[in-house]
């Protein structure tokens, strides 16, 4: 999407890529601002949480508030969907789990280099983190060698226990007892659960205490859209609460619109919970039982940070994610396909002497006879 309209200025009226990418696109002068002058259309972008807004706002750039560019779309975290017949809650409350060899070949992994590099590094600083002489947002945000260096370290002892790494299979996978624990976003552990649910899995989801990702998708309007006016009130239509409660119902994952209807539905009182989502919702919703999956409990959200760019170490980071996923192969699966392969050499080479052997005795053969016949 991002190389269609830098390099191609494609007419697209709008967009919804994560934050990191918006960040991007504000840096390279690629988003138009959202004109929310709607006349006797109600402005209902003025419903997003300011939590959202707030952490949005971080990716503003000199002279481009990014809340100007912005309407927050979906919202979750990263963490573990687990298995509760073969791994505690207890055992996910950690990373740990994750280079745990006795879950070798039941962990899948999300094909993401941003939500994997996160992990690693948080993890190599488990106790800087106890300790408190580090935060979740300065680790997943250090792109220096040498942090580059420590999360490749890790990625690559904990891939051994890989069954696979995945961008959307994993949740079926968890729903067949095929996997036992997948890194995962919040939107399809919800659907996951929900459907594990309906063949006699029981499945739950963690962020691990660690700290992870909290990640954000946007609305935004490009540089060389045409329809903006249209952009704007699609926007503002999806920011009504009852079309953002229907989208969400449909989806699995979180809107960003914090509206009173919104809370009122998603209350569940059979849940026996108490979060505090007055981060998200405002007053009156200290004490409510929801999913804690979809809306996290203030102490998860607090434990939590935004990925921003990698900007210009983005190709770095890349090149290490290529180096952890393509050495795959040890010593002797190595040996085995350069003896495939030189067993096929030598049985090319027969073939060829066979064939070579047989058009010489054919021309012998064919000579004997003219001089005969002679």
Known sequence: MLTKIERGHEDFDVVCPSEYIIERMLKKDLLLPINRDFGQTPDYTVNISPYIQGELDKISQ?????????????W??????YNTRFVSEEEVESWECLWDPKYKGKILMKDSYRDAYGTAIIYAHAQELADSTVTVEQLMNNYSPEAIALAEEYLKAMKPNIAGWEADFG????????????????????????????????????????????????????????NTKAAAYFINYLCQGDIALRNMDEIGYVSAVATPEILEAKIDDELEICSDLSYFFGSGAECVSVDPVQYPDIKVVERCAMIRDFGDQTELVLQMWSRVKGDNLNAGIVLLIFLVFGLLLVWLIYQRIKKYKQKQRSRRRRRKQWYKNK
């Open 62 to 74: 000199p002279g481009k508030a990014a809340n100007d560019y912005i309407v927050a779309y979906m």
């Open 76 to 81: 979750g975290t990263a963490g573990l969907l």
């Open 171 to 226: 949740k079926e996978m968890m729903t067949k007892n095929k996997a036992w624990i997948n890194f995962t976003w919040s939107g399809d552990a919800v659907w996951a659960i929900e459907e594990a649910e309906l063949v006699g899995v029981d499945l739950d989801y963690y962020v691990p205490e660690e700290g992870s990702n909290i990640w954000f998708d946007g609305w935004v309007i490009p540089k060389y859209a045409r």
